[in-house]
């Protein structure tokens, strides 16, 4: 078992074998490492669609786009134009507008530019002061001793988890021993 696949089966995507998930009633979603949208819709139509698929009001997508510099400028072109850099975007704003209970990221930030990676950071601290649970699959240990509070290590199908009160240089070592 890899780490997308401990992320779908927390989020009721594929089944597992043995052990026991208790999330307690929460809600979980699930941003994958490669977005899919409706490529002939504009990045705000899917935003919409998703919106009410998910009971979300359709004006939250304005709030949304009021506060965030990083997708205004192209949230009107259709998605088929989209780098992969802004599809990684427009999923990650749909993960915000749903306000999920629990946030599952698969690799967040490996299409994103310094600015938006930043955004997102800033987005993520809000988001976990509001007492939700961000769940991030990540290669990128500076990302992971930045934003999180604790750290789970999964190597040969073993998870270890531990706070994360290292330095950077000392979550490396410390890595690098796990493996």
């Known amino acids: ?91 990650l704003a749909s993960s915000f507008l749903i306000n999920p209970d629990v946030l599952l990221l698969d690799e967040p930030l490996t299409s994103l530019d310094p600015i938006n990676i930043e955004i997102f950071k800033s987005r993520l601290r809000d988001f976990a002061n509001e007492n939700k649970t961000i769940i991030i699959s990540t290669h990128i240990l500076s990302i992971a001793h930045q934003i999180s509070d604790e750290i789970l290590l999964l190597s040969n199908k073993e998870i270890e988890q531990f706070e994360n009160k290292f330095t950077e240089e000392e979550l490396t070592s410390y890595i690098t021993n796990f493996m």
């Open 1 to 91: 078992m890899g780490k997308t696949t401990l992320l779908k089966i927390l989020a009721n995507l594929v089944d597992y074998d043995e052990g026991k998930i208790d999330k307690q009633n929460l809600d979980v979603f699930f941003v994958p490492e490669t977005p899919q949208f409706l490529e002939y819709l504009s990045g705000y139509d899917n935003l919409r669609l998703i919106c009410e698929i998910y009971n979300v009001p359709v004006k939250n997508i304005d709030e949304y786009l009021h506060s965030d510099n990083g997708i205004q400028s192209y949230i009107y072109d259709l998605v088929i134009n989209y780098s992969y850099g802004m599809k990684h975007q427009l999923s």
